[in-house]
């Protein structure tokens, strides 16, 4: 046995990451790697004192259209970034009771696109400014938000807002551009299919494929052998401990200007 593949909700993460690291085995996990950014950091020492990979995934680094994205702009394709708008719509709600033990919507949705930024952008968050609602009493009740949007500032100055809906009961919306002083780089939606119909009414696109689970499998199937790779060949996994800590504590960051309705720096 080389690795352990943890697949547990997040308040459980950090006991079996301790094991693995008490046995010597690579841990893979998928975000967060714990719910607050000092747990991470204990945790990471934790597996480095041991000699244990701990790789945390954000399947947008393994997917296709998001890594042609971001190379697009490493590359200088669309100029210097100076913005992006990012949104994000949830396919299909999740179940009231995961929302209330584990779906903040900034800590369960945003993290995956603050993640992908930073990385495309090669630029830090700076500050936060976070809004957002329930659509109906029974969440509200519950301090549930399921609609959210985020306003973020970067080191060097670029804006970037993330909007956020739990139910986009057409199929899995995940759409982003970011927009540089030479050009733009988009990345859209995927369908279930090619075929679209074209009648007098107009054309009839397919669905949205349903779900993550869907949309992202070629990336999950992507980050596995990326594991496998690390475990065996020793290779770097490309997501690395200051990544995770700094995107949890923009989630976090983002759940405290909600609260306060302030603009937070970082």
Known sequence: LDGLIICVPTPSHGEYIKVAARYGLAVFVEKPVATSPNEIEELFQICEKNKVPLCCSFQRRFDKSYVQAADAVHLGKIGK????HIFFGDSPCPPLEFLITGGNIFFDLSVHDVDFIRWALHDEIASVYAIATSSN???LKNNVQDNATMMMTTTSG????????????YGYDQR???FGDCGKVTIGNEFNSTT???DCLGEHWPRLKNSYNVRFRDAFSNE????ADTVLQNDPWPIERDDVISVQRVAAAAKRSFETK???YL
């Open 81 to 84: 970034a100076v913005s992006a």
């Open 137 to 139: 009493e029974e969440m």
């Open 158 to 169: 670029s804006l970037v807002t993330i909007s956020m809906n739990r139910h986009s009961v």
């Open 176 to 178: 982003c551009e970011i």
């Open 196 to 198: 679209t119909v074209s």
């Open 224 to 227: 596995l052998n990326a594991f």
């Open 262 to 264: 302030q603009i937070v």
